[in-house]
Nanobody, 126 residues
Framework: QVQLVESGGGSVQAGGSLRLSCHYSAYIARTRLNYIMWSRQAPGQEREGVAAISNRGTWSGVRDSVKGRFTISRDNSKNTVFLEMNFLVPEDTAMYYC?????????????????WGQGTQVTVSS
């Protein structure tokens, strides 16, 4: 049973933009596990939280390295969370995953999220 499906990744040049989408299941929408986080993992590096949003969108947070460039939002009527990424740099190259969780509230910690999607690749060339 697929719970989270990411889309929107691709290859862009530095300075470009991408919009990632994460569609979550009705099961996730019904439970308390519906804080949604976008995370990323580059080859040889640990997975890190990038941005997260609460179940009703009243809280959102982004990591310092993407502040002012990335924006997270959600449309609960479509069970979808978006990550708008602007002014991309080569260091943003990674596999991007969305995850559901939130039993510990507002968090960008990977360990606080329980259900993970398969990921979508983002490649930024210089």
């Amino acid at each position: 049973q697929v719970q989270l499906v990411e889309s929107g990744g691709g290859s862009v040049q530095a300075g470009g933009s991408l919009r990632l989408s994460c569609h979550y299941s009705a099961y996730i929408a019904r439970t308390r596990l519906n804080y949604i986080m976008w995370s990323r993992q580059a080859p040889g590096q640990e997975r890190e939280g990038v941005a997260a949003i609460s179940n009703r969108g009243t809280w959102s947070g982004v990591r310092d390295s993407v502040k002012g460039r990335f924006t997270i939002s959600r449309d609960n009527s479509k069970n979808t969370v978006f990550l708008e990424m602007n002014f991309l740099v080569p260091e943003d190259t990674a596999m991007y995953y969305c995850a559901a969780g939130g039993t510990n509230g507002e968090s960008l910690r990977v360990s606080d999220y329980n259900i993970w999607g398969q990921g979508t690749q983002v490649t930024v060339s210089s």
